[in-house]
């Protein structure tokens, strides 16, 4: 073991450039010197370990006697360890080369401050000062010995470059572990140095980072610091870049950037695994005279690729903290490198993101809007991948909007936490979805995911163009899990990564929004989630102003909320035990089976069948409620009716059946009790053509236990008020259809009212047939036929069939009609005898049979003609009090 004393000067003087690219000379730059240690230095095992007390370092000067800023430089041979617990400070570069291990125990402080610094382009030249560099073997930093003069395995490169694996076919490997930490850059807020530690630097190389253990840290401090990791820009020598950055085992580390597989040629991987392991990216956090400050910039967050080929991996409940934004692909570049990036959010893996608020204006009056987003992940590749496998995509702060689309495997679970979730692109594959948290997941593209959809907490909501059809069921629940169930993302602020109980939060409940214009049919099976905190769920709610349709015999517990447009329940929902309420505007409709109450409230429809606007065609439907029916004051009951004999007897408002069929339909069945408040509406839309008779009846309502109301305060209706009947009235009644002895159900019929026949004549005749037919029992068919007369002129005219006059009448109108025939044929004659004053009076045409030519009515004695003549008129008769006015007219042809 060779021994050195403090601040040592040795008697050899070297280059130290030369011993750096040659590697001929190894060793530590001491005092403007360079001991040639190759035999004695970091062989068989040794340490090197400086003497002289506890103030003895090993140190260089910033002041050379040949000019040269030399650094700090380690030279390791392959299957060699070397080790060092003394404190390392120069304001020069630190170099750790060689295929061995060497060990960092203590602090090495590279203090060169100069904002303007830069690293050097070519692997030849010496690291800036304050950088370091690992440009072959292992570097490990080492925190667990708590040694007299080097504190805690510590590396601050004070001007912010650190370096593993540069060019030349390098390949370097840095270990950060038991509690050591690895510092680029400055937090102070008035220092400008950048900060960046790069993980393979083009030329082919290799490099690998590993941050390993609670408390191990690696940190890019400052506006704008990076970690790349692969980076192929060819600036740095021809070929590949291959790099890897490892977290685990509660490992830590942050940038304002962190970009993997960087330009073409540049290859990253990136996981983070295991309780307590934290890559947070984007925000940059200041010392400030006021204390810590975290800024965010546009260029803060991850890039997954960005020209080249990325991997991102997160797993085993290992988190990724991405404050401000994920790019997959080299922004604005839209696939100009083809390159492919890939985020795999797999078993237990968190994911912390949310949109990137842009920054106030400054304008008081645009300040005091609500503040502009950049949406949280964003694509600039055609080729990339974005995989949530079992993990967990959790939203940071307020929203976090996406049009990229994702797989999803396993159990994907979005957490929106506390704010809301925008998603456009396509959530595809064959996982489960799984939302939890307060917040609002908006899907608003056709997503192609088989597996179920679970809805622990908040709401999940499909929008315009949104759909889950391929879902194989949905289920609702509730959970009490807490929103800081996950690790907090703020470097500087302790995590809860759930090594310490978490509190309860309150119970919230998982919730169905549907929020369509357009009209959709949802026909997999909703129901309770069985693993739910207690036995509710948020249930569903109708949001949007076009119609849905629930097909399936769905089971879940919470209530059903009908805010806008049309709910149509067409499954058995005998098992959705909540309440249904129907709000102002809005319409529930269907032929299903709800399980709980209904309430429909002012302005609301109640309409079973399709929906208010669709007719029967045909087809009954009757909308079934398990619980009670309330209809309120200004609600509507809307039946749409036809003709057509039902299976059921109508019985009459005394209680006895008429002998006639109830007609058919649609109709409601309570197995509650129903009530209709005054103010309450029911309107029979009575399908056109249908012609309905006096006591045909329809059954609206019937319930199990009673139905209650003053219908002399309720509004009745028959076609919106358009009543299509002369002589007959709508009637609504209760009726005891179950023979309990009370009203359960809701009755409608036609009855005659006062309207007297006669009282529509406008003739002689007709106030006689009137009259007659006023003085008929209602049992008369021929009363039966007339009272279906829908307006007063159809009511005249069946009085003027009825009358008889039509006889005379068209006696008269064959005598006027039978003179364009006898005027024709006389005119013929006289034509033929060469009359020449009849001939050019008439209409009459001719032709020689001879001679096959028109002759023009010209006459010809010797020899038979054919003739012909067009005739036509249009004529009128008056009425005069007795009978009705004759419009009549004719048209033909004679020829011979």
């Known amino acids: 073991m060779r021994s050195f004393t403090a601040n040592q000067s040795f008697a050899e003087k070297v280059d130290s450039s030369t011993a750096f690219v040659e590697k001929k000379l190894l060793g530590i730059r001491v005092k403007n010197r360079c001991a040639n240690i190759l035999s004695a230095f970091l062989l068989g095992g040794t340490s090197l370990v400086a003497v002289g007390g506890a103030s003895s370092a090993i140190a260089a000067d910033n002041d050379p006697a040949d000019g040269s800023q030399a650094p700090l430089y380690f030279y390791v041979p392959k299957g060699e360890t070397g080790s060092t617990e003394e404190e390392m400070r120069t304001p020069s570069a630190f170099v750790k080369d060689g295929e061995g291990n060497f060990v960092v125990y203590s602090n090495v402080r590279l203090q060169a401050l100069d904002p303007n610094a830069v690293f050097p382009v070519n692997p030849n030249d010496n690291p800036s000062p304050g950088a370091a560099s690992i440009q072959g073997g292992t570097l490990t930093i080492d925190g667990s010995r708590n040694v007299e003069n080097g504190g805690t395995g510590n590396i601050v490169a004070a001007n912010g470059y650190v370096v593993v694996g540069r060019g030349e076919g390098s390949d370097g490997t840095l270990v950060i572990k038991e509690q050591a930490k690895l510092v680029a850059g400055s937090a102070q807020a008035s220092d400008k140095v950048p900060s960046s530690v790069g993980i393979a630097q083009g030329g082919g190389s290799k490099g690998n980072i590993k941050v390993a253990g609670d408390g191990s840290v690696l940190l890019a ?38 970009v993997a597989g960087n330009y073409r040629q540049g290859t990253g991987v990136i996981n983070v695994s295991g309780k307590g392991s934290i890559l947070a990216a984007g925000g940059y956090t200041m010392q400030t005279p006021s204390g810590q400050a975290t800024r965010l910039t546009s260029n803060s967050g991850l890039w997954v690729n960005s020209g080249g080929n990325g991997t991102v991996n997160v797993s085993d409940n290992g988190v990724l903290v991405v404050q401000g934004r994920i790019h997959f692909g080299e922004e604005g570049k839209k696939d100009t490198n083809k390159g492919r990036g890939e985020l795999n959010v797999n078993d237990n893996g968190i994911l912390f993101v949310g949109d990137f608020a842009l920054p106030k ?128 993302s703020i470097p500087g602020h302790e995590p809860n990564d759930g090594s310490k109980p978490a509190k309860t939060g309150p119970v919230l409940k998982g919730t169905l929004v549907l929020n369509k214009k357009e009209n959709a049919v949802l026909d997999q099976t909703i129901s309770h989630l069985n693993d739910s905190y207690d036995d509710t769920d948020g249930g569903i709610i109708q949001q949007g102003t076009g119609t849905i349709v629930l097909t399936g015999n769905n089971s879940y517990h919470g209530d059903t909320l009908v805010n806008n447009g049309t709910l149509r329940i067409d499954g058995d929902q ?80 005394n209680g006895q059946k008429t002998g006639q069929k109830y007609q058919q339909s649609d109709s409601v069945t309570v197995n509650g009790n ?31 236990k009673g139905i209650s109301g003053n219908l002399g305060e309720v509004q009745t209706t028959v076609n919106n008020g358009n009543t299509p009947y002369v002589f007959l009235t709508p009637s609504f009644y209760f009726v005891d259809g179950a023979g309990v002895g009370s009203n359960t159900a809701l009755d409608f019929s036609l009855e005659r009212n006062d309207v007297k026949f006669e009282s529509v004549a406008q003739t002689h005749n007709q106030h006689e047939v009137g009259g007659a037919l006023d003085r008929l029992p209602i049992s008369s068919d021929i009363i039966q036929a007339v009272s279906q007369v829908a307006t007063k002129d159809e009511a005249r005219a069946a009085q003027k069939a009825l009358s008889g006059e039509l006889h005379a009448s068209l006696r008269t109108a064959l005598i006027q009609d039978s003179y364009y025939l006898r005027e024709a044929v006389v005119n013929r004659l006289a034509q033929s005898f060469c009359d020449d004053s009849v001939a050019s009076a008439s209409n009459i045409s001719t032709a020689d049979l001879r001679t096959h030519r028109k002759t023009n009515g010209r006459c010809i004695k010797d020899r038979p003609v054919l003739w012909g003549e067009a005739y036509g008129s249009m004529g009128n008769n008056s009425g005069d009090g007795n009978a009705s006015g004759l419009h009549h007219s004719t048209a033909g042809f004679i020829m011979g």
């Not at 319409?587 to 109640?606: E, P, R, Y």
């Not at 007719?615 to 809307?638: D, F, P, R, V």
């Open 674 to 704: 129903a009530s209709m408040q005054n103010g309450s509406k029911v309107n029979v839309d009575i399908e056109r053509g249908s012609k309905l008779r006096i006591g045909q009846a329809y059954r609206l309502i019937s319930t199990d």
């Open 221 to 258: 401090y400052g506006q704008n610091g990076v970690i790349t990791v692969g980076n192929g820009d060819q600036q740095y020598g021809q070929g590949t870049a291959n790099g890897q950055l490892n977290v685990s085992e509660g490992g830590f580390v942050y940038s304002d950037r962190v």
């Open 574 to 653: 005998t098992k959705a035990t909540g309440n249904t309420n129907v709000a102002g505007g809005a319409t529930l409709a269907g032929n299903g089976t709800l399980g709980g109450n209904v309430t429909v409230a002012d302005k609301a429809v109640l309409a079973p069948g399709a929906s208010p606007t669709d007719k029967m065609n045909g087809k009954q439907s009757n909308l079934k409620i398990k619980g009670n029916l309330a209809l309120n004051s200004g609600s509507t009951l809307h039946i749409n009716a036809g003709q057509g004999n039902t299976t059921l007897d109508v019985i009459g408002k």
């Open 361 to 488: 204006t400054g304008d008081a009056s645009k300040d005091a809007s609500s503040k502009g987003y950049l949406n949280g992940i964003v694509s600039d590749e055609k080729d990339y991948a974005f995989n949530v496998n079992g993990g967990v995509i959790v939203v940071s702060g307020p929203q976090l909007t996406t049009d990229v689309d994702m797989n999803l495997s396993k159990k994907a679970t979005i957490d929106t936490n506390t704010g809301n979730a925008y998603f456009s692109g396509v959530l595809k594959g064959d996982g489960t979805l799984v939302k939890t948290g307060k917040g609002t997941l908006v899907l608003s593209n056709a997503n192609t995911y088989k597996g179920d959809t679970k809805v622990y907490q908040g709401e999940l909501q499909l929008n315009d163009g949104g759909s889950i059809n391929n879902s194989k069921n949905i289920y609702l629940g509730s959970s009490n899990k807490p929103q800081d169930k996950y690790t907090s």
